[in-house]
């Protein structure tokens, strides 16, 4: 192991993209040899450390994401993207999904970095998600050659506004397991020892798995703190979750869920809308939202909403007998978009969806986000 015995100086970027915080790294600045480019990546977060304060982690499940990009792999894209969720109290890395908040910021890198030919106001960049290998499309605005971040667009969970970014997600469907509806039903049944778990799961952006929050003998309004601190109801969520991973083939037994795919599928809670207090103490009323959903991954609630997962719930809303499907009104169901009310505020996302064959085919995916870049500089490490 004396070769590891390096000191590395590596550029990056760290960007806030949508509700989430990630470093940005050029894929040429990595070594190609997988355990040693880990090693370094796991360095420069500082982790595993639940303060990750040797590093640039900001000690939080949102801040610790990795985006590695380079030239595209791909005729069809601009720019290869990787996904990192870097684990906070683990050795690891988990490359086994998307982050749409993320990928937000990946639009601007490449703008920056020189990566796409920049025509303003809005550039396209193509981006190959190696991950699912799926491509997603971005509209970001630009000025003067760079990436613009200022703007009048406002996401709930993020202050202040910014210049708005389109993700067109309609080619992500199935991209993890082949299909929309990965077991072929719009509702599984789950059992968990003594009990039965009626949810939907569903593959889009991530694998999502989608719950009614009474079946689980919750109000579907509680806060992180109310859900984080309820450690049997974490661990029964852990187990549920375990299951649907040994259902998909993703793991052998359920106890191996939590370390060898931590990161997704994600557990969704979801109820029809209803009135509830934003964690900025905002009030969040069900006139302004179609149903309600708190959403769990790495174990832990997620303050605001995953893009991946509006992505997921976007298109489980469109699915004929699911979960969501039954909570929302008739002129949601056969709406154009759907706003979630989450623990930040409300997420809207456009979303069509066609039916051969009595098939949900999802035709259009579409959310909006906003970017800004924080840091350009070189981080230093030694492993």
Known sequence: MSNYNKDFEIKCSI??????????????????EQELRDRILLAIFGSPDVRQIDGLGGADSLTSKLAIVGPSSREDADVDYTFGQVSITESFIDYGG??????????????N???????????????????????????VPVKDGKAEFRGDYKIDGVPGTGAKITLDWSDVVGGITGDLLPTGNPRDIIKVEDEEFELSIVD????????????????????????????????K??????????????VD??????????????????????????????????????????????????????????????????IKDSVVYNLLKDEV??????KI????????????????????KIEELVVCRTARLILEGRVFVNI
């Open 15 to 32: 960007i806030r993209g949508g509700t989430s915080k990630g470093i940005y790294i050029m894929e040429n600045e990595l070594p190609k």
């Open 204 to 235: 889009a952006g991530n694998i999502v798995i989608f719950i009614e929050a009474d079946k689980l003998g919750l109000k579907g309004t509680e806060s992180s703190n109310e859900i984080d601190s309820d450690k049997e109801l974490l661990k």
């Open 113 to 139: 970095n020189n990566l796409v030919k920049v025509t303003e106001p809005i550039t396209k960049v193509r981006v190959h998600m190696t991950n699912t290998n799926r491509v997603l499309t971005l509209e």
């Open 341 to 360: 009310g989450h623990p930040g505020g409300i997420i809207p996302i456009k979303v069509r969806a066609s039916y051969p064959n009595d098939r949900c």
């Open 333 to 338: 169901k056969t709406g154009v978009e759907v």
């Open 98 to 111: 998307n982050c749409g908040n993320i990928s937000s910021g990946v639009g601007v890198f490449a703008v």
């Open 237 to 250: 969520i852990e187990r549920i979750r375990g299951e649907v991973c040994c259902k998909l083939k993703l």
């Open 253 to 318: 037994s359920w106890e191996e869920a939590q370390i060898k795919t931590p990161y997704q599928p994600f557990f969704a809670i979801v109820s029809k809308a209803a009135d509830y207090t934003a964690l900025n103490g905002e009030k969040v009323s069900k006139d302004n939202l179609d149903i309600v959903s708190r959403l769990l991954f790495m174990q832990k609630m997620h303050k605001t909403y995953p893009v991946t997962g509006t992505v997921a719930t976007g298109a489980v809303a469109r």
